[in-house]
């Protein structure tokens, strides 16, 4: 698990980069994954964390329908956008 | 992953009113003093949350149904489970897959009622979801 390697910025910008989320931003960050106008995946992200705790960590990666590892590499770069498409419909 | 046990008794309901809960939760939540019984008046008109401590097999999530939330009045109280990991709080809703966060547990649930009401705005604004967050749609609406 990676979580110490990034803080919630870091995760913010990862999702709107790759994933394209649009982020509601009041008390925390919250955005809609959408597979064309379909909303399938919703994830809440807390503002200005430096250390994110493994639960935090795990949360924002079910939050992606992704196990810990595969949000591992949704940040870390192996897993593109695309990539995090396909996994997502299969589990749709 | 540090768990801490914030209810020392279990099987004990406590309900109190608004004015009373931050307080409350702030004094009581973060230290570890026990509950007593006469702690709060009872406010049969005015609940906010009532608390309710985890069953023994459940420990480390504690329990609380939130009654209200800021704008929208709830039919049916929500069921949340919290629990600390390292520095930060985590609210969870039971029935349905939404959480939030705080440095304290006031602050994760105000950030929770939040979320849900965010949630509730986004799902009454289309039908275009997932059927995973349908199936929440249909779930949320029993609450409001």
Redesign the interface.
């Known amino acids: 698990m990676l979580n110490a390697q990034f803080d919630s910025d870091n995760v913010v910008k990862i999702c709107k980069r790759k994933l394209k989320i649009s982020f509601?931003c009041?008390?925390?960050y919250?955005g809609?994954y959408m597979i064309g106008?379909?909303?399938?995946?919703?994830i809440?992200i807390?503002k200005g964390?430096k250390?994110i705790?493994?639960?935090?960590y795990k949360?924002m990666a079910?939050?992606l329908l992704l196990s810990t590892s595969e949000f591992d590499n949704l940040m870390s770069c192996p897993l593109s956008g695309d990539g995090y498409k396909k996994i997502v419909q299969k589990r749709? | 992953m540090q768990r801490k046990k914030l209810f020392p008794k279990s099987n004990e309901t406590y309900s109190f009113s608004g004015a009373l809960t931050r307080a409350f939760l702030l004094n009581k939540f973060n230290s570890s003093s026990t509950f007593e019984n006469n702690d709060f008046q009872h406010h049969n008109n005015y609940y906010l949350y009532s608390i309710q401590s985890a069953t023994n097999s459940d420990d480390y999530c504690q329990k609380l149904k939130i009654k209200r939330l800021d704008t929208i009045v709830l039919n049916k109280a929500i069921e949340i489970c919290f629990q600390k990991d390292e520095d930060i709080y985590i609210a969870k809703c039971v029935d349905f897959p939404i959480h939030s966060y705080g440095d304290n547990l006031v602050e994760a649930i105000d950030n929770l009622r939040t979320n849900i009401e965010e949630l509730i705005d986004d799902l009454k604004s289309s039908d275009d979801f997932s059927h995973k967050w349908l199936d929440v749609k249909a779930t949320i609406l029993h609450y409001i």
Request: aromatic share 4%; proline share 8%.
């Open positions: 509601r009041n008390k925390e919250n809609w106008k379909r909303r399938v995946a919703r809440t807390p964390k250390n705790s493994p639960g935090l949360g079910e939050d749709l």
